[in-house]
């Protein structure tokens, strides 16, 4: 099915362990970005590409890096991983702008 | 900077009843406004945005908001519940004047059906 792919769909980790999230749309667009979701605290941008190129840092960028590989992936990495980022992590693409279109189902991750 | 304030985390209504989620947002200047709905252990779907002109907005499913600059609101409304409406949603607002800028959610909203 064409849309926002995300890998891997659930993740546990070591406090200290690295790991990349992956993401990869079929649509053709130009924006992507990554959010987290917490209990009762909605979704925050953590990293945004406006376009294949370039990055920039949203609300909660600390502890995270991530890479515009092409214009179809767009990957999140934490190379340190803490408790704190214990989350629900969700890639979403659109044409273009800072309004998300298209959601992966995301991925689950648990820091120990 | 705007922001966005969603009331009441759970919302519960009868099978047939009116739903109605409530948005209210702040914004220094002339907002975009949208809802998106979260299916269990799934992504966001854009449920209905608005941008310019009409002040009542259709989405999908049968849902539908007004934007009401007079009370910095954009609820959102469906004139009979079903089941499989049971989800999450969240509001969320962004910068008019630059269609770059990110755009800020609620913190959501639970729906849960009655039968």
């Known amino acids: 099915n064409a849309g926002v792919t995300q890998t891997p769909k659930f993740q546990v980790l070591k406090t200290g362990q690295s790991m990349t999230l992956q993401c990869a749309q079929d649509?053709?667009?130009?924006?992507m970005y990554w959010y987290r979701q917490d209990p009762g605290m909605g979704l925050r941008l953590i990293y945004y590409?406006?376009?294949?190129?370039?990055?920039d840092k949203g609300e909660v960028p600390n502890g995270y890096n991530v890479s515009r590989l092409n214009k179809r992936e767009f990957s999140l990495r934490l190379e340190s991983a803490a408790p704190s980022q214990t989350s629900v992590y969700f890639c979403?693409?659109?044409?273009?702008?800072?309004?998300?279109?298209?959601f992966g189902d995301g991925t689950r991750l648990s820091i120990l | 900077a705007q922001s966005v304030t969603q009331l009441g985390s759970h919302v519960s209504v009868s099978e047939g009843a009116l739903v109605l989620l409530r948005c209210n947002y702040s914004?220094?200047?002339?907002?975009?406004l949208f809802w998106y709905v979260q299916y269990p252990n799934q992504g966001l779907q854009l449920l209905l945005k608005?941008?310019?002109?009409?002040?009542l907005v259709k989405g999908i499913n049968g849902f539908e908001a007004e934007f009401k600059k007079s009370e910095t609101s954009f609820h959102l409304t469906k004139p009979s519940a079903h089941m499989s409406d049971a989800a999450e949603y969240f509001c969320?607002?962004?910068?008019?004047?630059?269609?770059?800028?990110?755009?800020?959610f609620g913190k959501g909203t639970r729906l849960h059906i009655l039968p």
């Open positions: 979403a693409s659109s044409v273009q702008g800072g309004q998300p279109q298209h």
């Open positions: 649509m053709n667009h130009n924006s």
């Open positions: 590409s406006a376009s294949e190129g370039t990055t």
């Open positions: 914004s220094s200047v002339p907002p975009y």
């Open positions: 608005y941008t310019t002109g009409a002040t």
């Open positions: 969320a607002v962004s910068d008019r004047e630059n269609r770059d800028d990110k755009i800020i």
